[in-house]
């Protein structure tokens, strides 16, 4: 039952960030999206070798130019726009996050695992705004994290309340987090 489990699960978490990145609302070079709030729930619940798989698959899919990035765009350009520090930096989001939890964590554990996977996400973020658009780091900041601080902010805690009654609901389960 775990080897399926390894297989599917990857698949069902990569077609949830596709799903949730769907949900944008464009206020300038980088769209508000809630893909990086799909990726903070499967990384807090999904082990990390799935996390990392389910992002690492949502990458691929939408590389070979299939609608699934923020806003129904695809395409390899997006892995090397302006936007592509938001997305590989996603890798970094499932590792981390997914490291530091499991289904024993305590809502701050949860809420700290991914604001750390999300300021990744913004780091990442900054850098391709500065390299692949050419900002500067000022201009990289204000158009590329500020306006998402507080939006962010509430994603984290919705997914830190959502993800308990996940893991309780789960908690018999052998394959999620032990």
Do not use: C
Request: hydrophobic share 55%.
């Amino acid at each position: 039952m775990k080897k399926s489990f390894t297989l599917i699960l990857p698949a069902i978490g990569a077609a949830l960030i596709a799903v949730f990145a769907q949900i944008t609302i464009p206020i300038g070079p980088v769209p508000f999206a809630l893909q990086n709030m799909a990726i903070g729930l499967v990384a807090t619940i999904f082990h990390r070798k799935e996390a990392l798989l389910a992002v690492a698959l949502y990458l691929l899919l939408g590389a070979i130019g299939l609608p699934v990035f923020a806003g129904g765009n695809g395409g390899f350009q997006a892995l090397v726009g302006p936007n592509a520090g938001y997305l590989w930096f996603y890798l970094f989001y499932a590792l981390v996050t997914a490291s530091l939890t499991s289904k024993n964590s305590s809502f701050l554990t949860i809420f700290l695992s991914n604001l750390l996977g999300d300021a990744l996400v913004f780091v990442g973020g900054v850098l391709g705004l500065m390299f692949l658009a050419g900002f500067q780091l000022d201009k990289a900041i204000t158009v590329g994290v500020i306006p998402f601080i507080l939006p962010d902010l509430i994603k984290l805690i919705a997914i830190s309340f959502i993800s308990r009654p996940i893991f309780k609901s789960l908690k018999d389960h052998p394959y999620f987090k032990n």
